[in-house]
Protein backbone atom coordinates (compact mmCIF):
# COMPACT_ATOMS: atom_id res chain seq x y z
CA UNK A 1 0.00 0.00 0.00
CA UNK A 2 1.29 3.62 -0.81
CA UNK A 3 0.09 7.38 -0.20
CA UNK A 4 -1.10 9.72 -2.44
CA UNK A 5 2.86 10.63 -3.01
CA UNK A 6 3.95 6.91 -4.03
CA UNK A 7 5.26 6.63 -0.52
CA UNK A 8 5.12 3.02 1.01
CA UNK A 9 2.86 2.57 4.18
CA UNK A 10 3.54 0.15 6.45
CA UNK A 11 2.61 -1.78 10.29
CA UNK A 12 3.75 1.06 12.79
CA UNK A 13 4.28 3.46 10.64
CA UNK A 14 3.44 6.97 11.73
CA UNK A 15 0.62 8.64 10.45
CA UNK A 16 -0.92 12.47 10.90
CA UNK A 17 -4.46 11.97 11.84
CA UNK A 18 -7.50 14.52 11.30
CA UNK A 19 -9.23 14.49 14.18
CA UNK A 20 -12.89 15.69 13.10
CA UNK A 21 -14.71 15.22 15.99
CA UNK A 22 -12.37 17.62 18.31
CA UNK A 23 -10.71 19.95 14.67
CA UNK A 24 -7.58 18.83 15.94
CA UNK A 25 -4.37 17.61 13.85
CA UNK A 26 -3.43 13.94 15.96
CA UNK A 27 -0.57 11.22 15.77
CA UNK A 28 -1.36 7.66 15.59
CA UNK A 29 -0.27 3.91 13.71
CA UNK A 30 -0.73 2.31 10.78
CA UNK A 31 -2.34 -1.37 11.38
CA UNK A 32 -0.91 -4.25 10.64
CA UNK A 33 -3.86 -5.38 8.82
CA UNK A 34 -4.24 -1.89 7.21
CA UNK A 35 -4.09 -4.05 3.39
CA UNK A 36 -7.59 -5.19 4.28
CA UNK A 37 -9.28 -1.99 3.67
CA UNK A 38 -7.42 -0.97 0.65
CA UNK A 39 -9.75 0.01 -2.44
CA UNK A 40 -8.67 -0.01 -5.70
CA UNK A 41 -6.75 3.41 -5.83
CA UNK A 42 -4.74 2.13 -2.76
CA UNK A 43 -5.94 4.88 -0.54
CA UNK A 44 -7.52 3.50 2.71
CA UNK A 45 -5.24 2.36 5.67
CA UNK A 46 -6.73 1.57 8.59
CA UNK A 47 -5.00 3.64 12.14
CA UNK A 48 -4.72 2.33 15.80
CA UNK A 49 -5.07 4.87 18.60
CA UNK A 50 -3.65 4.03 21.88
CA UNK A 51 -3.25 4.43 25.16
CA UNK A 52 -0.74 4.25 27.71
CA UNK A 53 -1.43 2.04 30.35
CA UNK A 54 1.65 1.62 32.87
CA UNK A 55 4.36 0.16 30.88
CA UNK A 56 1.82 -1.58 28.38
CA UNK A 57 -0.03 0.41 25.31
CA UNK A 58 -2.99 -0.87 24.20
CA UNK A 59 -5.50 -0.10 21.38
CA UNK A 60 -8.59 1.92 22.13
CA UNK A 61 -9.87 2.98 18.91
CA UNK A 62 -9.39 1.64 15.51
CA UNK A 63 -10.15 3.99 12.32
CA UNK A 64 -10.75 3.63 8.36
CA UNK A 65 -9.01 6.55 7.34
CA UNK A 66 -8.24 7.94 3.06
CA UNK A 67 -4.88 8.80 2.82
CA UNK A 68 -4.53 12.44 1.42
CA UNK A 69 -0.95 12.55 1.13
CA UNK A 70 2.29 13.87 2.90
CA UNK A 71 6.07 12.06 3.34
CA UNK A 72 7.47 10.68 6.36
CA UNK A 73 4.29 11.01 8.33
CA UNK A 74 1.31 10.92 6.12
CA UNK A 75 -1.75 13.25 6.54
CA UNK A 76 -4.47 11.10 6.54
CA UNK A 77 -8.46 11.64 7.03
CA UNK A 78 -11.34 9.97 8.47
CA UNK A 79 -13.72 7.62 5.08
CA UNK A 80 -16.44 7.32 4.73
CA UNK A 81 -17.50 5.33 8.03
CA UNK A 82 -17.20 8.61 10.32
CA UNK A 83 -20.29 7.92 11.61
CA UNK A 84 -19.76 4.00 12.71
CA UNK A 85 -16.16 5.03 13.82
CA UNK A 86 -17.80 7.56 16.13
CA UNK A 87 -20.34 5.13 17.98
CA UNK A 88 -17.14 2.85 18.26
CA UNK A 89 -15.24 5.76 19.97
CA UNK A 90 -18.50 5.77 22.76
CA UNK A 91 -18.52 2.09 22.96
CA UNK A 92 -14.75 2.16 23.77
CA UNK A 93 -15.03 5.11 26.41
CA UNK A 94 -17.89 3.01 27.97
CA UNK A 95 -16.26 0.34 27.94
CA UNK A 96 -13.58 2.27 29.90
CA UNK A 97 -15.30 3.74 32.11
CA UNK A 98 -17.06 0.26 33.58
CA UNK A 99 -13.32 -1.15 33.56
CA UNK A 100 -12.57 1.99 35.20
CA UNK A 101 -9.79 0.84 38.41
CA UNK A 102 -11.68 1.84 41.69
CA UNK A 103 -9.85 4.32 43.50
CA UNK A 104 -11.57 4.14 47.27
CA UNK A 105 -9.65 1.89 48.86
CA UNK A 106 -7.03 4.65 48.32
CA UNK A 107 -9.57 7.88 49.55
CA UNK A 108 -8.12 8.05 52.49
CA UNK A 109 -9.30 10.79 55.43
CA UNK A 110 -5.84 12.82 55.40
CA UNK A 111 -6.10 13.96 51.77
CA UNK A 112 -9.72 15.48 52.72
CA UNK A 113 -9.89 18.92 54.11
CA UNK A 114 -13.06 20.99 56.11
CA UNK A 115 -15.98 20.58 56.11
CA UNK A 116 -15.44 16.52 54.57
CA UNK A 117 -12.24 15.74 56.43
CA UNK A 118 -13.69 13.19 59.62
CA UNK A 119 -17.21 12.40 57.62
CA UNK A 120 -18.84 9.03 57.38
CA UNK A 121 -18.99 9.54 53.95
CA UNK A 122 -15.95 7.56 52.68
CA UNK A 123 -16.26 9.92 49.10
CA UNK A 124 -17.18 13.14 50.34
CA UNK A 125 -14.45 15.23 50.06
CA UNK A 126 -12.60 13.35 47.29
CA UNK A 127 -14.28 14.61 44.01
CA UNK A 128 -11.76 16.44 42.73
CA UNK A 129 -8.50 14.14 43.39
CA UNK A 130 -10.49 11.04 42.36
CA UNK A 131 -11.49 12.82 39.14
CA UNK A 132 -8.15 14.38 38.54
CA UNK A 133 -6.01 10.85 39.18
CA UNK A 134 -8.37 9.19 36.45
CA UNK A 135 -8.08 11.83 34.21
CA UNK A 136 -4.25 12.15 34.49
CA UNK A 137 -4.22 8.20 34.57
CA UNK A 138 -6.09 7.06 31.41
CA UNK A 139 -9.71 9.30 30.95
CA UNK A 140 -7.48 12.32 28.97
CA UNK A 141 -6.37 10.13 26.09
CA UNK A 142 -10.45 9.25 26.07
CA UNK A 143 -10.99 12.27 25.24
CA UNK A 144 -12.81 13.14 29.14
CA UNK A 145 -12.10 17.20 30.45
CA UNK A 146 -12.93 17.78 34.21
CA UNK A 147 -16.26 19.63 34.51
CA UNK A 148 -17.80 21.07 37.72
CA UNK A 149 -21.23 22.05 39.28
CA UNK A 150 -23.18 22.19 42.75
CA UNK A 151 -24.99 19.13 43.63
CA UNK A 152 -26.78 18.98 46.91
CA UNK A 153 -25.56 22.42 48.57
CA UNK A 154 -21.85 21.13 47.65
CA UNK A 155 -19.11 21.36 44.66
CA UNK A 156 -18.61 18.95 42.89
CA UNK A 157 -16.02 17.92 40.22
CA UNK A 158 -16.05 14.29 37.25
CA UNK A 159 -15.37 14.19 34.49
CA UNK A 160 -17.15 14.49 30.72
CA UNK A 161 -16.70 13.80 27.16
CA UNK A 162 -17.66 16.02 24.16
CA UNK A 163 -20.93 13.78 23.47
CA UNK A 164 -21.90 13.80 27.42
CA UNK A 165 -20.72 10.67 28.08
CA UNK A 166 -19.79 11.31 32.48
CA UNK A 167 -17.69 9.38 34.35
CA UNK A 168 -17.97 10.10 37.84
CA UNK A 169 -15.69 8.39 40.43
CA UNK A 170 -17.62 9.82 43.25
CA UNK A 171 -21.47 10.14 42.05
CA UNK A 172 -22.65 7.34 44.81
CA UNK A 173 -21.85 10.16 47.99
CA UNK A 174 -25.08 11.82 47.07
CA UNK A 175 -28.61 11.29 48.01
CA UNK A 176 -30.24 11.41 44.02
CA UNK A 177 -28.14 11.30 41.12
CA UNK A 178 -26.24 14.79 39.75
CA UNK A 179 -28.04 16.47 37.04
CA UNK A 180 -25.11 16.73 35.13
CA UNK A 181 -26.56 19.12 32.37
CA UNK A 182 -26.15 21.82 34.95
CA UNK A 183 -22.33 21.38 35.09
CA UNK A 184 -19.43 23.25 32.83
CA UNK A 185 -16.27 22.31 31.53
CA UNK A 186 -13.83 23.89 34.49
CA UNK A 187 -10.05 23.36 34.33
CA UNK A 188 -8.20 21.91 37.40
CA UNK A 189 -6.06 24.04 39.18
CA UNK A 190 -2.80 22.72 38.48
CA UNK A 191 -1.69 21.40 35.13
CA UNK A 192 0.18 18.30 36.63
CA UNK A 193 -1.72 16.26 38.90
CA UNK A 194 -1.84 18.07 42.25
CA UNK A 195 0.28 16.55 45.40
CA UNK A 196 -3.07 14.92 46.78
CA UNK A 197 -3.90 13.17 43.52
CA UNK A 198 0.16 12.16 43.30
CA UNK A 199 -0.14 10.29 46.50
CA UNK A 200 -3.34 8.52 45.78
CA UNK A 201 -2.02 7.27 42.25
CA UNK A 202 1.05 5.95 44.35
CA UNK A 203 -1.10 4.02 46.26
CA UNK A 204 -3.14 2.56 43.99
CA UNK A 205 -0.12 1.64 41.85
CA UNK A 206 1.96 0.01 44.96
CA UNK A 207 -1.26 -2.27 45.91
Known sequence: MVDKNNQPLVAGQNVTWIDRQRNQIRRATVDAD???WADDGHDLLTINVTMKTGVDRRVI???????????????????????????LIRRERMKAIRTAPDLTPFLTDDLRRAPWKGSDNVLAGHCYVAAEVHFHMW????????????????????LQDATGLV????????????????????GFLTKQASKRAQV???KFMAA
Do not use: C
Open 34 to 36: SQK
Open 167 to 186: LDPTADQFASKPDYKQGKGK
Open 200 to 202: VYT
Open 61 to 87: SRFAVRVIGGKGSPLVRMADNEKTDAR
Open 139 to 158: AKKFGFTPHFLRWEGAPHWY
